[in-house]
């Protein structure tokens, strides 16, 4: 049985987005030529160190629900927010904190060093994100259900800016919101080019596809390629 809602949030736009840039550098080296986004995540297993409280936390640890909007909007901005970051600051981002899918962290991963190796050097250095009126959509199905959110940013410059949609699926693991899909589908976007215009996301179990993500895995090689 299938559920579908629609909540709509007009916010203050500059006053609902966290500033997430990390202090520590993610450019590695000197060389603009051979400079690598840090997307590594340490593992906090040294004796005696006093974690953070978990992030993202599921309004109910054993299901998904319309309830977790709130919770999947700040997810995502925070997700986005760091990615345009390491993108055009060159700043660390940690994908476990958003993402659980090993494939998905990998496809991103090449995705921001592509998209870096291009961007990064231009001194064109983000300042924030802001969100126009954003989507949320839950569905549920046989694997605890998820949420769809269309989310329409305005990257800000410091001098500047431009803006585009992301669309995101949001799932409930241990208790814990992730992101299950994310897309960028605008003209042009590295998305755009390696996934395909069009794409309609409503699978959360795709990046599970190891057939799919070996094929993607080929396209974004052709496409790093092709843009040296």
């Known amino acids: 049985m299938k559920f579908a809602y629609l909540f ?15 202090n520590a550098p993610a450019v590695l080296e000197d060389s603009s030529a051979d400079r690598t986004v840090n997307t590594e995540i340490t593992s ?6 006093v974690q953070d409280p978990p992030k ?14 709130e ?4 997810l995502c901005v925070d997700a986005l927010t760091a990615y345009y970051k390491a993108v055009w600051n060159g700043s ?9 899918n090993n494939h998905l962290k990998q496809y991103t991963q090449k995705k921001i060093q592509s998209q870096y190796d291009l961007k990064g050097n231009l001194n064109s250095k983000v300042k924030n994100i802001e969100i126009d009126t954003w989507d949320v959509e839950y569905t549920d199905d046989a694997d605890g259900g998820y949420l769809y959110l269309h989310l ?27 992101i299950a899909d994310w897309y960028t589908g605008g003209k042009g976007t590295y998305d755009f080019m390696v996934r ?7 699978n959360p179990s795709i990046w599970n596809d190891s057939e799919w993500v070996e ?4 396209k974004q090689i052709e496409f790093s390629g092709s843009t040296r």
């Open 92 to 100: 660390d981002i940690e994908l476990d904190t958003f993402i659980a």
């Open 215 to 218: 094929k993607l895995n080929s």
């Open 152 to 178: 329409p940013a305005h990257i800000k410059k410091f001098t500047g800016g431009y803006g585009e949609a992301t669309e995101f699926l949001v799932q409930n693991v241990n208790g814990k919101l992730v």
């Open 44 to 49: 906090g297993t040294e004796p005696n160190v």
């Open 196 to 202: 395909g215009e069009n794409i309609t996301i409503d």
């Open 56 to 69: 993202y936390v599921a309004n109910d640890a054993g299901e998904l629900s319309i309830q977790d909007s």
């Open 8 to 22: 709509v949030v007009l916010f203050t736009l500059s006053a609902c987005v966290k500033d997430t840039s990390i």
């Open 71 to 74: 919770t999947a909007y700040e």
